[in-house]
């Protein structure tokens, strides 16, 4: 069974610096992808940025970037530079080519001025 | 840009009223999907669709239907609304073509039910 484990409900980080947001996964397969999704008060699931079970090098989009260490099955969601707006529901996400992708309980970041 | 719609965005409703979630999209993905979340919460599979006349049960239990008689849309209906439906239900699709472990999801914006 596929399971993905996000350990802090709430994060806060100060404007303009870094936050990490942790995110590990349990799977039996070989071939799966990582996801991390931004869902604002609004309620809409914004995509961020994809991992790939063979990708060697870490993924990054922007200002975000995905720590991968596969040996300890983690997959870590890197924001540098905060932004008022990054303020959000962030969730992790695990597909291995079966159905549908499974969530983590999410982690509530809130970025202060 | 994904392109894809759910209406209503806000419904409340009276118990035991029948109700259809609308969802549509115009990428022509095979795959659709509908999410429950309760606010503040993940999000848990209740329906998938692989394609036309195709439709499966998530993991989790609902008394929800669906039906995909078009690519584009899977509405999802409630025969008899209880205040236990309410929570948000999000609508999302996928293209199978880029890989069976890439799947990124495109999600619709939700709509919010509230059963009173």
């Known amino acids: 069974a596929q399971k993905i484990t996000q350990t802090q409900p709430g994060m806060f980080v100060q404007e303009k610096e870094a936050v990490t947001l942790d995110c590990t996964y349990d799977?039996?397969?070989?071939?799966?992808?990582l996801f991390w999704y931004k869902q604002p008060s609004s309620g809409e699931m914004i995509f961020l940025i994809y991992q790939g079970s063979y990708d060697e090098q870490n993924a990054t989009e922007g200002r975000y970037s995905l720590n991968f260490q596969k040996a300890r099955k983690s997959a870590n969601l890197v924001i540098s530079a905060s932004q008022l707006g990054d303020s959000a529901m962030y969730f992790c996400?695990?597909?291995?080519?079966?159905?549908?992708?499974?969530f983590g309980s999410g982690t509530r970041l809130q970025v202060q001025p | 840009e994904a392109d894809i719609y759910q209406t209503p965005r806000y419904l409340v409703i009276g118990t035991g009223k029948k109700i259809t979630l609308e969802c549509s999209q115009t990428?022509?993905?095979?795959?659709m999907y509908w999410y429950q979340q309760d606010p503040g919460m993940e999000l848990h599979l209740i329906h998938y669709s692989y394609g036309v006349n195709s439709t499966e049960k998530g993991d989790l239990s609902s008394e929800s239907t669906v039906s995909r008689i078009r690519t584009e849309h899977f509405p999802l209906t409630l025969e008899s609304a209880r205040p236990s439906h309410t929570s948000q239900y999000l609508c999302?699709?996928?293209?199978?073509?880029?890989?069976?472990?890439?799947?990124?999801?495109?999600f619709g914006p939700g709509t919010r039910l509230t059963v009173l």
């Open positions: 999302a699709s996928s293209d199978p073509g880029q890989g069976a472990s890439y799947n990124e999801q495109f």
């Open positions: 996400a695990m597909n291995t080519g079966r159905r549908a992708l499974t």
């Open positions: 799977t039996s397969d070989q071939s799966y992808g």
């Open positions: 990428m022509g993905h095979d795959k």
